[in-house]
């Protein structure tokens, strides 16, 4: 049996600031690295012990790991980034402050977008490599997507397309991982890891309208060898 961990990471600038954040690099906040923290402390706490980790290639995702494994005294084990692990992208809406969107669209609109599973919302014309808000330029698409093949790079995303990404890497690494008895954590984000829970727990579409993953909240699944649930515990942090 294989233990499963998955962080969300902390809360970021953007989301402190109630904006569409997705694949916008951001940092955490000065509240998301002591959520990380506590995350760590939280894990330490049930006494698990990591053989691999696994995160996105998004700033606030990776420190959120590297807190959470500090504090759990487990900062040295192996570690793999993989831009599959992202956060859904919100195509246009990105950077919007989403109580803006909810005066421009309606609420029950950007509530579709933001949980729906195959509602895809307003998307990008181009693919833009930065993005300045409030006076302040932060990276989207940058060197860190070299190896995506050409014409993969999202210009948004519903939660059907981002499980679709998500779902090979997992096939293709996390699971051999867990399958071979290893624990693993994953920090990555609210979508991306709500991907990961619909194939996990087997949640129908409709369903996993109403399932929340909280910043820096850590979710364990005890797995047997066919990757089925065995247990599922959600941490005080």
Same mark, same amino acid.
């Given at each position: 049996?294989?233990?499963?961990?998955?962080?969300?990471?902390?809360?970021?600038?953007?989301?402190?600031?109630?904006?569409?954040?997705?694949?916008?690099?951001?940092?955490?906040?000065?509240?998301?690295?002591?959520?990380?923290?506590?995350?760590?402390?939280?894990?330490?706490?049930?006494?698990?012990?990591?053989?691999?980790?696994?995160?996105?290639?998004?700033?606030?995702?990776?420190?959120?790991?590297?807190?959470?494994?500090?504090?759990?005294?487990?900062?040295?084990?192996?570690?793999?980034?993989?831009?599959?692990?992202?956060?859904?992208?919100?195509?246009?809406?990105?950077?919007?402050?989403?109580?803006?969107?909810?005066?421009?669209?309606?609420?029950?609109?950007?509530?579709?977008?933001?949980?729906?599973?195959?509602?895809?919302?307003?998307?990008?014309?181009?693919?833009?490599?930065?993005?300045?808000?409030?006076?302040?330029?932060?990276?989207?698409?940058?060197?860190?997507?070299?190896?995506?093949?050409?014409? %993969?790079?999202?210009? #948004?995303?519903?939660?059907?397309?981002? /499980?679709?990404?998500? *779902?090979?890497?997992? =096939?293709? $690494? +996390?699971?051999?991982?867990?399958?071979?008895?290893?624990?693993?954590?994953?920090?990555?984000?609210?979508?991306?890891?709500?991907?990961?829970?619909?194939?996990?727990?087997?949640?129908?579409?409709?369903?996993?309208?109403?399932? %929340?993953?909280?910043? #820096?909240?850590?979710?364990?699944?005890? /797995?047997?060898?066919? *990757?089925?649930?065995? =247990?599922? $515990? +959600?941490?005080?942090?």
């Amino acid at each position: 049996m294989a233990k499963l961990v998955l962080i969300r990471h902390g809360q970021s600038e953007w989301n402190a600031l109630n904006l569409f954040n997705g694949w916008i690099d951001t940092k955490l906040s000065p509240v998301g690295v002591e959520q990380a923290k506590k995350a760590g402390q939280a894990v330490a706490a049930e006494g698990i012990e990591f053989d691999q980790a696994y995160t996105s290639v998004l700033t606030r995702a990776i420190t959120t790991l590297h807190y959470a494994l500090e504090e759990a005294n487990q900062l040295w084990i192996p570690e793999e980034k993989a831009w599959q692990l992202n956060e859904r992208h919100y195509g246009a809406l990105q950077g919007l402050n989403k109580d803006d969107a909810r005066a421009k669209w309606g609420a029950d609109q950007v509530q579709l977008w933001r949980r729906s599973y195959d509602t895809l919302p307003p998307l990008l014309e181009d693919v833009e490599e930065t993005v300045t808000i409030d006076g302040k330029t932060y990276p989207a698409f940058d060197r860190r997507y070299y190896n995506v093949p050409e014409g %993969e790079l999202p210009m #948004g995303e519903n939660l059907k397309v981002t /499980l679709e990404r998500v *779902l090979p890497y997992w =096939d293709e $690494k +996390i699971s051999k991982d867990l399958k071979a008895g290893k624990n693993v954590i994953i920090a990555a984000h609210g979508n991306s890891l709500r991907a990961l829970v619909k194939h996990i727990e087997e949640i129908s579409d409709d369903d996993i309208m109403g399932v %929340e993953i909280a910043n #820096g909240q850590p979710w364990v699944y005890d /797995l047997d060898e066919n *990757l089925k649930v065995v =247990d599922k $515990k +959600i941490l005080e942090a």
